[in-house]
C-alpha cells in the first residue's frame, strides 16, 4: 500500500512559493489552482485586475495561498516592477511558471515591427528576464523549478505560425540555456507543450466548430485539451518527483503531435 507520506515527498509542494504569469485565465489558471491545491502559494500575474481578483478569490475559497499582481509583461519596467511585487507577498519563489503570452499572427508577408516587438516581448522577454531574476536565488538555495507553457508551433509552422511561432520556438531553447546555467544546483528548467485547448488565447480557431473537430480528430483520444489537462504535469514538474528531469519539453497534446 503507498503510504501518503511516500506521495507527500515526491508531490507535494508545501511550503513552496510561486510566481505564476498569466495565472488568471486559461492553461496559467488550472497551473496557478493545481500548483495551489498541492500547497504551494501562489501569486498570480497578469494584467486584469478584475480576473485576478477572481481567481484569488476562488483559491482562497478552497483554502489555499495565493494573492495577485497587475502588471503589464510587455515592457522590460513593467516585468521587473511585477516580479519584486511578486516576491514582496510571500517571499522569493521556488517555482516560476511562464504561461503569459500574446497571440498575434497576420500572414507572414504582413507581419509589421509592430506586432514583432510586442510578441517577443511577452513571450520570450518576459520569462527571460524573470528567469534573470528569480533562477539565480533558486541556485543559491538548492532548489528551483522553472516551467514555460509553450505550442506546438515551437516545432512545426501552420496556421500563419509568425512571430508566435517564432517567440514559442525561443523559449524552448530558453528552457535548455537556463537548465544548462543552473540544473546543477537543483533547478530545473522545462516547458509543457499543449496540443489545440480551448481557451481565451485560441478564440479565434475555438470559434469555428469544423476547425474545432477538425483538431480534435488529430489527436490519438480523441479531443481536443482542456486547461485541467495541465495540472497534474504542472505539479510534477514543479515538485520533488521531477528532479532528474529538465531542459525537456513535455508535450500534454492527447498525442496530436505523434499522430
Not at 530558453?174 to 499543449?194: D, F, I, Y
Amino acid at each position: 500500500m503507498i503510504s501518503r507520506s511516500y506521495l507527500s515527498e515526491l508531490f507535494s509542494l508545501d511550503g513552496r512559493v510561486a510566481v505564476v504569469t498569466g495565472g488568471s485565465s486559461g492553461i496559467g489558471r488550472a497551473i496557478a489552482g493545481a500548483l495551489a491545491g498541492a500547497g504551494a502559494s501562489v501569486v498570480i500575474v497578469a494584467r486584469k485586475e478584475s480576473e485576478l481578483a477572481a481567481t484569488v478569490d476562488e483559491l482562497a475559497a478552497d483554502g489555499c495561498r495565493a494573492a495577485w499582481v497587475s502588471a503589464d509583461l510587455g515592457s522590460r519596467d513593467g516585468v521587473r516592477a511585477a516580479a519584486e511585487q511578486a516576491a514582496e507577498v510571500f517571499g522569493e519563489p521556488d517555482i516560476l511558471v511562464n504561461s503569459a503570452g500574446i497571440n498575434l499572427r497576420p500572414p507572414m508577408g504582413e507581419l509589421g515591427e509592430e506586432v514583432w516587438d510586442a510578441t517577443m516581448a511577452v513571450n520570450l522577454e518576459a520569462p527571460y528576464l524573470l528567469g534573470q531574476r528569480f533562477g539565480p536565488g533558486m541556485a543559491e538555495r538548492g532548489f528551483g523549478r522553472i516551467i514555460h507553457v509553450t505550442s506546438q508551433q515551437a516545432h512545426r509552422a501552420f496556421v500563419q505560425s509568425g512571430a508566435y511561432g517564432v517567440s514559442k520556438g525561443a523559449l524552448e531553447s530558453l528552457a535548455r540555456s537556463q537548465a544548462e546555467a543552473w540544473s546543477p544546483h537543483g533547478v530545473t528548467c522545462n516547458t509543457l507543450v499543449p496540443g489545440f485547448v480551448m481557451t481565451p488565447l485560441n478564440e479565434r480557431l475555438s470559434s469555428d466548430p469544423e476547425k474545432v473537430a477538425a483538431l480534435a480528430a488529430r489527436t490519438m483520444v480523441g479531443r481536443n485539451g482542456l486547461a485541467e489537462d495541465f495540472a497534474g504535469a504542472a505539479v510534477f514538474l514543479a515538485g520533488r518527483a521531477s528532479s532528474y528531469v529538465t531542459g525537456q519539453a513535455i508535450f500534454v497534446d492527447g498525442g496530436l503531435s505523434v499522430h
